[in-house]
């Protein structure tokens, strides 16, 4: 029978050890769409080349508003991916779609005026384009994401340290990438991933965070600490034994947070059987008694 060729760089050869799993790759929230804004930009300026000094600035102009914009609204889409995800989150301190929305009418504002527009049709070309850029994208969230029956300075507290233990998986993945080491990248996503089910674990019971903050804290600071060094000296020295090194702390950290998770989980059933007894003895108290 024949045989699907595999090669090094076949598609679905990811089952190497220390290779994550396709799911543990995270799709970037910024989309094509996002991406696509950073078009109207070059062609503002392109079109106004030839139009003279002062149409030339203002179109330079109205080219770093829109490419500003673009840049706020693709890191808007990403926060706003990062909000959904998450149980306990916080709004996101700056609206960078909303600005984004208003960098897009200004910057349209001002090419139109380089055309030759009166201020009056520039106006209404912006705003036009402002209210299109939030009908496509929509806004920020604007209320924080919250649990029942928990107190707010607890969520909050969680909220912090979630949003420290994102910042230091972000730093790693960045670092990481600048290597352009595909191998590496998801070594790196196959870590995260065993992160974040332990922060998915607190975010779903607050209570478990005091167990949990070395891990989040601590143990991801030096995770993010070994991963700069390691990619600053593996760029230009491109060590075998450095890099083996590297992915055996990433196996022996992502073993710990793990085990973690599953101690978080067996505490919650033993809570859980703790609380179905005590049921039990006072309905049998009160002269009920459950099959």
Sequence with gaps: ????????????????????????????????????????????????IGAGPERLVTSVAAGGVLALGAWLLREGLRAEAAYHDRKVARRPAF???IFAAALAGAGIGLAATAGGVDVVGASLYGLATAALHLAAFGIDPLADKRLEGVDLFQQDRVARVVDEAEDYLSAMTDHIAALKDR??????????AS?????????????????????????????????????????????????????????????????????????????????????????????????
């Excluded at 191998?183 to 995260?192: E, G, H, N, Q, S």
């Excluded at 060094?229 to 196996?251: I, M, N, Q």
């Design 195 to 291: 992160v974040r089910r332990l922060i998915r674990k607190v975010e779903e019971d607050p209570r478990d965070l005091t167990g949990a903050r070395k891990y989040l804290s601590v143990y991801l600071i030096g995770a993010r600490d070994a991963s700069v060094k390691f990619a600053d000296f593996y760029r230009h020295s491109r060590d075998e034994a450095a890099r083996t090194a590297y992915e055996t702390l990433l196996g022996d950290l992502e073993t710990q947070f793990a085990a973690q998770t599953s101690h978080m989980l067996l505490d919650d059933r033993t809570d859980m059987d703790i609380e179905i007894k005590v049921l039990r003895d006072r309905l049998q108290r009160e002269g009920v008694r459950p099959d």
């Design 183 to 192: 191998r590496l990248d998801t070594r790196v996503a196959a870590f995260a």
């Design 1 to 48: 029978m024949a045989e699907r060729y595999q090669g090094r760089f076949s598609p679905g050869t990811d089952k190497e050890p220390g290779l994550a799993p396709a799911q543990h790759r995270r799709v970037d929230a910024a989309g094509f769409r996002s991406n696509l804004m950073f078009v109207p930009p070059v062609l503002v300026v392109l079109a106004h």
């Design 95 to 97: 609206p960078r779609k």
